[in-house]
Structure formats: structure tokens, C-alpha cells
């Protein structure tokens, strides 16, 4: 069974910080070299130089994080609420010009054991990122960022904290961040609101939407303090939990962006090798105005699976002909992984035609911005950008009750959840 408890978060002083959109990031694993820098320009006491330190040669960017983590502690930068709450979270933002609304609160959850109840990833991950988070959380010893995780909230557990507990009040934290997202915390720490949502949270299916990395590392490290504990081990330590920002399945609040891909390719493509390659598997319609090439690639995802392609300043749509052949293809994996249109493009496109590794190949650029592939596709023959289309909810369900994971990168949840709200110190580590 799914086992949450609250804690005693670590905050910024905001008699000190009158400013937290200068200190907080968003998670590290969507932060680009160029905003890397923003951030850490925007204030010295942004989370971003213990999250995502610059390398600097002789220095130990993870000692250094840790340094400051301990300093700014110290120094009441950083301070600790004083019993255990739960916090709930509510993000305000507009999409295509329409304002939403996603709530949902944090907490820890209880890290999975062999035989105990299931925690569902849906993408697969990479040894590198893990290895450096694991860096980080041992020099730390702390949840920088919660992961982010979603159930079905069959006992409408999110909407009752809402309105019994949070409407009409003022928050502990608001803030604007960097992309206009309103961000706001309230403090719940009512006995019997947090014993309600303990209960009620027992039954679920816990899903990881974000934070896959952090969560295998967070395992990885509570085995390895299990290990060393030996008899001492008692399985109630800090370290048996990881910082968790839960959500429901709400369709109006839950938005999945796709992931984009920019490949680099080692020659000038042969366009003529590769459309008759590609024919093989798909009819390609070439479409001149990039308006009507995303529109129409979007009505076509509703009833068929179509991959988006840009290069040489030329749209182009892919449709797959026969899902029968490519099952053949994929005969190894289920259905539902067989339905994502990313698998057809890493097994199709990147792997048969092109060929590039997509899981391994530095190569490969990742992104939900379009706009931005498109520029980088411009400035150098050598880059070809396929497009897709997003993934919905139900198809990361059934691949994640299949025992399978999608490829790296296949989503995109949107507004991301920032780090440095809310901190999860150790104390027993």
C-alpha cells in the first residue's frame, strides 16, 4: 500500500528573500546551459548553485553545493518549519490563451520494497543523470526536488483539502517564475486532515509522471544506508522516503506536451535515398506552411499515427501505412508500447532508416519547443527535426501496467513543478 507521512520542509526565510522567483529553478533535468547561467546570475542564493553547480576545474561542484546548502542553513537563508506538515500546491497558468488550474499537494512517500506495493515509471532511464544525482544526494543529503507522481484520487482527496482547508486563505508561498506560472503553498497541518489523507491515499496506484531518475536514485541510496545500518536498520529513517508533489488524473489541469527530437546527422542526407526508404513504411505529404503542418499533423494523431519532419526548410508529414508491419517489427513489445507514435519513430526512422541509436546517440537533441528545432534545423544541413505528437494519459497507464517503458524523453508534463519551494532535509542519514 502507498504510505505518505508529512515533514518539517525546509524553506526560504522570506525575511531575507523578498524576492523567491530569484531563488527557485525549475527541476534540473529541463534546464538548459543557457538558462543554467540565467539562473545562476539571477541571485547568489538561487537553488541552482547546490541543484545544478557550474564546473569549475579544481573544485568539487558537489562538495561546493553541499557547502552552501549547510551555510545558507547557517546563515537562516534557508529555515526549518518548525512539525510536520503536508503542503498543498496549486499552479496557475495559461496554455494557447487559456487559463488553467492544476492542484495537487506534497508530501514524502514511502520508497518501494520488493513486494510491496507498486510505484509505476513510464520512461526508461540513463546511468549518467543517475549518477549524478546520487552525487548530489549524498553530499547534500536532502530532496532538492520532489518528484512528481499522479493517481487517480478515487477518494477526491486533492478537491476535499481544497476546499475544507485551503480555499479563501493566504498562501505560505506565492510567486511568479520565469514563465508566468503562479505558484502558491498553503501549509496543512490538521491531525485529522493529515490522517484523512494518509488513509485515503493507501489504496492508490501511485504513477511517476517526472522524476524518474531521482526516484531510482533515491532507492539506490536508501540500499546502500540499508547496507551499511546492517542490524541498525530500522526502515522508519529519512532516507526510506523521497519528496513528492502528488496530483490527479484531471484532464483539464494535467497537460502532457510532446517531446521533439533533432537529430544530427554525421553526412548530407541523400533526400531521394531517403524518401524511398522511407515510403517503405509511410506516405509523405509535403506541407509548405508550418501553421497548417502542425494543425493538420495534430488532426491526423487523433485517428492515425503521424510523425511530424522538418529539414531543408521543407515540412513534411509521415504517415504510417500499416500497423500490422510494424508489429512485426516490434513483435518483442506489447501493444500498448507498439501504439506510441515515439516507438515507431525510434524503431522506424532512427533505427532502420537513418540509422541512429535513439537511446544511446548523443547526437539526438530533446525539446518541446518546436520553434526552437526549426532555428537549429536552419542553421546547419545537418540536422533533420521529427515532430510528435503528445502522448495521452491512458497510454502511459497501460504501458506502465504492462511492465514497460517508453523511451527516454516521450513526455512532457507542463507547468513543471520548481525546485527550492520546498526542501526535504535528512536528519538520521
Not at 364 to 389: E, G, H, Q, V
Amino acid at each position: 500500500m502507498a504510505k505518505i507521512k508529512p515533514f518539517r520542509a525546509v524553506i526560504y526565510n522570506q525575511e531575507k528573500i523578498k524576492d523567491l522567483s530569484a531563488v527557485v529553478c525549475p527541476p534540473y533535468d529541463v534546464i538548459s546551459p543557457k538558462d543554467q547561467q540565467y539562473y545562476h546570475e539571477r541571485s547568489q542564493y538561487n537553488l541552482i548553485h547546490i541543484l545544478l553547480g557550474n564546473d569549475i576545474e579544481g573544485e568539487d561542484k558537489y562538495q561546493r553545493g553541499a557547502d552552501y546548502f549547510k551555510e545558507w542553513l547557517k546563515n537562516r537563508i534557508l529555515i526549518r518549519e518548525e512539525k510536520p506538515c503536508v503542503y498543498f500546491y496549486s499552479q496557475e497558468y495559461n496554455i494557447k490563451g487559456e487559463k488553467r488550474t492544476r492542484l495537487g499537494f506534497i508530501s514524502l512517500l514511502k520508497l518501494e520494497e520488493k513486494g510491496g506495493f507498486l510505484v509505476f515509471g513510464h520512461e526508461n532511464t540513463e546511468l549518467a543523470p543517475k549518477e549524478d544525482r546520487l552525487r548530489v544526494l549524498k553530499r547534500v543529503k536532502a530532496n532538492l526536488s520532489p518528484i512528481f507522481a499522479i493517481f487517480l484520487d478515487k477518494n477526491r482527496i486533492i478537491q476535499r483539502i481544497y476546499q475544507n482547508n485551503v480555499k479563501g486563505k493566504e498562501p505560505l508561498i506565492s510567486l511568479v517564475d520565469k514563465e508566468k506560472t503562479l505558484h502558491k503553498i498553503w501549509r496543512i497541518d490538521s491531525p485529522e486532515t493529515l490522517s484523512n489523507i494518509q488513509s485515503g491515499i493507501v489504496t492508490e496506484v501511485i504513477f511517476i509522471a517526472d522524476g524518474h531518475h531521482r526516484y531510482e536514485v533515491a532507492c539506490a541510496f536508501r540500499d546502500k544506508m540499508k547496507k551499511k545500518l546492517a542490524g541498525a536498520y530500522t526502515g522508519s529513517e529519512d532516507f526510506n522516503f523521497v519528496l513528492t508533489y502528488f496530483t490527479n488524473t484531471n484532464p483539464r489541469a494535467l497537460l502532457i506536451m510532446p517531446v521533439h527530437r533533432l537529430v544530427k546527422l554525421e553526412e548530407r542526407l541523400d533526400l531521394e535515398d531517403f524518401k524511398v526508404k522511407l515510403k517503405d513504411y509511410f506516405d509523405i505529404d509535403e506541407v509548405k506552411d508550418k501553421a497548417r503542418f502542425f494543425f493538420l499533423m495534430e488532426r491526423g494523431g487523433r485517428t492515425e499515427h503521424v510523425i511530424g519532419m522538418y529539414w531543408n526548410r521543407k515540412y513534411r508529414l509521415l504517415r504510417l501505412k500499416n500497423i500490422k508491419v510494424f508489429d512485426k517489427v516490434m513483435s518483442d513489445k506489447s501493444k500498448e508500447y507498439r501504439s506510441l507514435d515515439v516507438s515507431i519513430l525510434n524503431a522506424l526512422v532512427l533505427k532502420r532508416i537513418l540509422p541512429e541509436n535513439p537511446e544511446q546517440n548523443r547526437s539526438i537533441i530533446f525539446s518541446p519547443c518546436a520553434d526552437d528545432l526549426i532555428d537549429k534545423a536552419d542553421s546547419d544541413f545537418r540536422y533533420i527535426a521529427f515532430f510528435l505528437n503528445p502522448v495521452k494519459f491512458e497510454q502511459i497507464i497501460a504501458v506502465a501496467l504492462k511492465g514497460q517503458k517508453m523511451p527516454p524523453k516521450s513526455t512532457y508534463f507542463y507547468p513543471k513543478v520548481l525546485s527550492g519551494l520546498l526542501i526535504n532535509k535528512f536528519d538520521n542519514s
